[in-house]
Nanobody, 115 residues
């Protein structure tokens, strides 16, 4: 089992920055990729960014150049640095981890960007 706990969400003005954190615990050795998803009101959950165990990173086009995903293996934590935030970034952000065929999710953290 893997447990994921997000933190770092909040209210920020457009153009501002936030850093989300996702602390992993449990059978973390089994995780081969981690990432972030988001879900805005009335919309489906969408993938935002991923980082592999080897450190390769991937982003959805809408956040490229504005967001950076990183991981601190010593702290078992994945981060999402978000800059130049826009109103359309408003959503609940979920941490995701994949261990073999199993997906794990955090409880989510709210990000609200005021315009």
């Amino acid at each position: 089992q893997v447990q994921l706990v997000e933190s770092g969400g909040g209210l920020v003005q457009a153009g501002g920055s936030l850093r989300l954190s996702c602390a992993a615990s449990g059978s973390i050795f089994s995780i081969n990729a981690m990432g972030w998803y988001r879900q805005a009101p009335g919309k489906q959950r969408e993938w935002v960014a991923s980082i592999t165990s080897g450190g390769n990173t991937f982003y959805v086009d809408s956040v490229k150049g504005r967001c950076t995903i990183s991981r601190d293996n010593a702290k078992n934590t994945v981060y999402l640095q978000m800059n130049s935030l826009k109103a359309e970034d408003t959503a609940v952000y979920f941490c995701h981890g994949r261990a073999g065929p199993t997906d794990y999710w955090g409880q989510g953290t709210q990000v609200t960007v005021s315009s």
